[in-house]
């Protein structure tokens, strides 16, 4: 309820001293501070962006923050998503958000909902919060956001990061564009990498998530210019900050139900395609790849196709580094050409997908066979040698 009745709404004594730098901008006052306290805000994940816009809407006076996460904590988290400390690896994500919040700001309402958003609960979710913050970083759980606050006719409060770089907008608010607008359809199942695979500065999602954060209060406080129409796009590398105009499509399908969001990014379709391709693939595990080694055995080659940098993080040994961009170009089927000299190949890479892309590729264009290490170095690392890093 973004026009509430403030006359039903009361700040304590102690919340005049913790606001006081907003009860004095003209813009804020005693008016939109009570707004805040009023204000309910959903937020979908406690990541890299929720973390610090989770952290400053609850400093900011948020009366209702609710939280929808069902991960737990890891260490590789701890880089980037500042909410969580080391003491909460293992646990769950929104159970640590909460209790960072409440040490920030006790007078803050956080509600949980340790659960995967679907297009079952999203509508029932949305309903009861004023605005939608997206800290999601899967185009499924985007377009879900997305057509949940079209048809309950909320603000969606975007962000996303990858690598650099950072991108933030308003959606469905006041008449302007919605995702569908920026992107009408999903891009195909693994062209766009996750952080995981791609990896991410861990600055970066402080910027682009304190921009949804401002955003949000702005919403809220109905003062000032929003982000709603303009694309604002974040290049941390070069410190440079541009705009894109964004305009709602007049043709753009109307968004009548939730759907399969998965089924509609093409996720089951692409599973499948990899499964019949992965068929007659032969693999082997780890384990085996260790029995390999220890034999001595002089008839295979090992190739690894993860790329220059992982490879000085954390290596096989024995391994040739053949990175798979050189192997889609064309020029590293040759190179495994030449190294195998009628030998077996046995190929890895970080969890399995990349070696598997490799081995597929280089049997269609040289007719070489492959056998692929499933779980890749990260299975070894955790289950045949631990001194190998984890990243």
């Not at 958003?117 to 979710?125: K, M, Q, R, V």
């Not at 709602?248 to 599973?271: H, M, S």
């Not at 264009?365 to 779980?375: C, P, R, S, T, Y």
Request: hydrophobic residues 35%.
């Amino acid at each position: 309820m973004l026009n509430p009745d403030l006359n039903d709404i009361q700040l304590t004594k102690e919340e005049y001293e913790r606001y006081s730098r907003h009860l004095i901008l003209p813009e804020v006052g005693l008016e939109g501070q009570k707004r805040l306290k009023a204000a309910s805000v959903l937020c979908i994940g406690t990541g890299g962006l929720g973390s610090p816009l989770l952290l400053y809407l609850a400093a900011a006076g948020i009366g209702r923050i609710g939280i929808v996460d069902f991960d737990t904590v890891d260490f590789s988290n701890l880089q980037r998503q500042v909410i969580h400390g080391t003491s909460w690896v293992g646990k769950p994500k929104i159970e640590s958000a909460k209790d960072r919040i409440h040490e920030i700001n006790p007078y803050c309402q956080v509600d949980l909902y340790e659960t995967r958003l679907t297009s079952e609960n999203a509508l029932e979710l949305f309903k009861d919060y004023d605005v939608i913050v997206d800290g999601t970083d899967n185009f499924p759980t985007r377009y879900l956001v997305n057509d949940a606050c079209v048809l309950l006719d909320k603000p969606n409060v975007y962000g996303s990061i990858f690598r650099f770089e950072g991108q933030a907008t308003v959606f469905n608010y006041e008449g302007g564009p919605n995702y569908r607008d920026l992107y009408p359809e999903p891009p195909p199942p693994g062209l766009v990498p996750s952080c995981a695979e791609g990896g991410v500065l861990g600055i970066l999602p402080g910027i682009i998530g304190v921009i949804q954060a401002t955003e949000t209060v702005k919403i809220i406080l109905g003062k000032g210019t929003t982000l709603s129409g303009r694309l604002l796009l974040y290049d941390a590398l070069n410190m440079s900050f541009r705009e894109l105009k964004l305009r709602p499509n007049p043709v753009r399908p109307v968004i009548e139900k939730l759907v399969d969001y998965e089924e509609f990014c093409g996720i089951p379709q692409a599973k499948a395609a990899e499964a019949k391709e992965q068929a007659g693939m032969q693999e082997i595990t780890v384990q085996e790849l260790k029995q390999l080694l220890d034999s001595d055995a002089n008839d295979y080659v090992l190739l690894d196709v993860r790329n220059p940098h992982e490879y000085e993080i954390a290596k096989i040994p024995g391994a040739v580094l053949v990175p798979l961009p050189d192997i889609e170009n064309g020029a590293g089927v040759s190179q495994v050409k030449d190294l195998l000299n009628g030998h077996k190949l046995v190929v890895h890479c970080k969890m399995g997908g990349r070696s598997a892309k490799a081995i597929g590729i280089l049997k269609e264009q040289a007719g070489i066979d492959g056998i692929n290490v499933k779980g890749g170095i990260t299975a070894w690392s955790r289950d045949v040698d631990s001194s190998v890093p984890e990243y």
